[in-house]
């Protein structure tokens, strides 16, 4: 996901949650918004620039970003954590919203607990013959120190899905909070985003 930083918050969680399909799929491909590409890397320049510049004036992050994922790209990321993926194609979208003393606080303070305020993530998801709806609702929380992220929570408080999927989802939430399935990635993709590839994009 363009956007490692917001993807390890938003598309992350919906690639974890949405996410745990186990129905028979065979649909066509969800079309990919045209200004889907544009949007996230909007979002990413204002992060990094944030990140980079850590300027205290100007406003906080704030930004509407979608990604659409194919399935074949679904199953590659799941499949080592042994959770099945049999539904087609995904979107999610979420307004991200970062207060950015909080950003600046979290990078350059010893020890920084940056928690986000509640965030909605709407999922349309294929099934076999219609495209299901999922809402979640998670308020993330990263544990700083040194300008890192050493731990990571997405701190899921609701999920409105289809009652057969809404179970498995939340089996898959409790195990991320409980054992963390995704938590080395997530902090992994904040790390590299934050301290490499934002000044490789945007550092010029």
């Given at each position: 996901?363009?956007?490692?930083?917001?993807?390890?918050?938003?598309?992350?969680?919906?690639?974890?949650?949405?996410?745990?399909?186990?129905?028979?799929?065979?649909?066509?491909?969800?079309?990919?918004?045209?200004?889907?590409?544009?949007?996230?890397?909007?979002?990413?320049?204002?992060?990094?620039?944030?990140?980079?510049?850590?300027?205290?004036?100007?406003?906080?992050?704030?930004?509407?970003?979608?990604?659409?994922?194919?399935?074949?790209?679904?199953?590659?990321?799941?499949?080592?954590?042994?959770?099945?993926?049999?539904?087609?194609?995904?979107?999610?979208?979420?307004?991200?919203?970062?207060?950015?003393?909080?950003?600046?606080?979290?990078?350059?303070?010893?020890?920084?607990?940056?928690?986000?305020?509640?965030?909605?993530?709407?999922?349309?998801?294929?099934?076999?013959?219609?495209?299901?709806?999922?809402?979640?609702e998670m308020a993330p929380k990263m544990?700083?120190?040194?300008?890192?992220?050493?731990?990571?929570?997405?701190?899921?408080?609701?999920?409105?899905?289809?009652?057969?999927?809404?179970?498995?989802?939340?089996?898959?939430?409790?195990?991320?909070?409980?054992?963390?399935?995704?938590?080395?990635e997530m902090i992994s993709?904040?790390?590299?985003?934050?301290?490499?590839?934002?000044?490789?994009?945007?550092?010029?």
């Amino acid at each position: 996901m363009s956007g490692r930083f917001l993807g390890a918050i938003a598309g992350r969680a919906v690639v974890a949650f949405a996410l745990a399909g186990f129905l028979s799929a065979s649909a066509s491909a969800l079309e990919t918004p045209a200004d889907e590409k544009t949007k996230l890397k909007a979002c990413e320049k204002q992060i990094c620039s944030i990140i980079l510049k850590k300027k205290t004036s100007g406003g906080d992050l704030s930004c509407d970003i979608g990604r659409t994922w194919q399935k074949s790209k679904i199953v590659k990321g799941v499949k080592e954590k042994n959770i099945s993926w049999s539904f087609g194609d995904a979107r999610c979208s979420v307004k991200v919203n970062m207060p950015r003393q909080g950003i600046i606080d979290a990078l350059t303070k010893p020890a920084y607990d940056l928690q986000l305020a509640k965030h909605k993530i709407h999922c349309d998801v294929e099934r076999t013959d219609t495209v299901s709806k999922i809402d979640l609702e998670m308020a993330p929380k990263m544990s700083f120190k040194d300008g890192k992220v050493t731990k990571a929570w997405l701190n899921v408080s609701n999920i409105e899905a289809p009652a057969i999927i809404k179970g498995a989802l939340w089996t898959v939430a409790t195990l991320e909070e409980n054992v963390g399935l995704f938590h080395g990635e997530m902090i992994s993709e904040v790390n590299e985003f934050i301290h490499q590839k934002c000044a490789k994009r945007h550092g010029g």
